[in-house]
């Protein structure tokens, strides 16, 4: 275990206000054992990491990278999209791909600018593109709950699927977007509104950060740096 992953695991801990023997309560370790943990004198076992990541409601990979991401602030995301004009047929509704996408040049966008990302979501380079496994969750859970719809829809051989905003959730605020963030997602979104979701796929597979990563790895952010100014967005 690296000294990065050291210090986040405690930074964790005193984020969530736990005491160093809850935590170690948690994954079954007692605390001189838990403390020389995160002293960096003892690595977690692989069943130690599953059980912390599950305490602190985040993947595995997000507490190895050192990285807590904001669902919430995700979810959010995702509604400012919906709430832009995104679809050239101006009924709101904005394919799945598409919206990972865009949600992912946000992220990546931001950190470009400030060197940290809007969500802090770990992006993983998959077959059809870079998204976070929280991705899915996210809209499942905005489902749910009766803010988004998702409709399928039948596209030649293909089936997509098609989101937007329930009308009953178009008052709910966005308030963890900060008026620059807002003004960055209303740019991206204004640049890909009547572009079809192959050419956004297209965009983001030939970015540096999706083709210097093997397949099914965590994108690091800091590859954005490396791309040209005209091409992070």
Known sequence: MTNKYVLKIKEFRIEKGFSQEQVAN?????????????????ELSADEI??????????????????????????????AYLRMDLSDKDDGRVPKTKLAKLLYLADFAW???????????????LAYGPVPDMFF???????????????AKND????????SESESNKNEKVKTLSSGEMNLMEKIAKKWKNKKTQDIVNFTHNQLPYLLCRTDE?????????EDEGEVY
Request: overall charge negative.
């Open 26 to 42: 948690v994954i079954g370790v007692s605390r001189p054992t838990y403390t020389a943990i995160e002293a960096g004198k003892q």
């Open 50 to 79: 599953q059980k912390l990541a599950k305490f602190y409601s985040i993947s595995v990979d997000d507490l190895l990278s050192g990285v807590t991401p904001d669902i919430e602030k995700y979810k959010h995301m995702i509604l």
């Open 111 to 125: 950190f470009y600018e400030n060197l940290k990302s809007m969500s802090g979501m770990q992006y993983r380079k």
């Open 137 to 151: 969750r996210a809209i499942d859970e905005l489902a749910e709950s009766g803010k988004i719809c998702i409709e």
């Open 156 to 163: 030649g051989e293909k089936e997509m699927f098609l989101i």
């Open 218 to 226: 965590l994108i690091p952010y800091e590859l954005i740096t490396q």
